[in-house]
């Protein structure tokens, strides 16, 4: 059967696709999702019109004030993505028998945390390369600045002066935070953060005690990981920590927010499950048209290198 007479939805299976995590990964943190109708178009930006003092006042039969929300910059284009999970007719016990529901399941889900994994790394990729900020809107940490130098480093200075540098461009402090799993491992045990927990409590550091401690609402550890090209696990966040503002309720792509997964509305999308006669095997496919995008950068900071690796 040929494959273009064959794309149909399969409406049970998306669903699964649509509602698939993978514990650890923390993209959607800084890029949350937001559904787009057409592959390409224009971004959607923020400035500071929302801040600008206008008298709204008007007298009866006159013209009302206007004000435009956002402002168009450059384009975006969704990546078509796609990924087929193969189930050999050899492990059904008839070779003329469907594959179940479980085991469409399992090989729709596989092909999601592949397709995961791979959308975590865009969204990395663009949080932590220092080209995409502006100079007020980065640092890199060296010696006795790295938080991994208990004697000398501060981080919850570091944080707190970070935080005012973007309430000082969007009005607004962060209230994401992304702390790498190799950051994690020495800020949990620093003095200085430490020295913020009451005697009586065991002196272990949670999230909890992050939110708290750096006064900031949502704090995560990123501790994805992705095998490189020597077959070895690489952290995708490194050791940059990453401040943001993203709206904790998304409704339209027009809200002001570090950045955006746009995404291809019904996908991720899959197929009805079909026979490939030349390979023998079910075949069930799985496309995702997203791009992700940094849609306010100045409402993000970027913390390079804050501990010594």
Known sequence: MERSHIRVVDTVLSKIALGFAVPG??????FPHVNVDAASGKIIQFDKSAFRLINTRRAPGTQTKRVTVGFEAGNYSLTNNGL??????????DEKQVPGINLRRQSVETVMQIELNHLEFEQSSLARNADNYSINNKETLSGADQWSDYESSNPIKDVKDKKEAIRSKTGRYPNKMVIPALVHNALCEHPVMLAKLSDSKMKILTVEDYQRIFDIKKVVIAGSVVVDDSDN??????VDVILAVVPETITTRAMPSFGYTYRRTGHPSVEKTWFDKSVKSWISGVEYERAPLLTGIESGFLLKNVVAE
């Open 25 to 30: 990964l923390v993209g959607h943190e800084l």
């Open 233 to 238: 696990f690489e952290d995708l966040w490194g």
């Open 84 to 93: 087929d999970a193969v189930i050999p007719k050899e492990w059904l016990d």
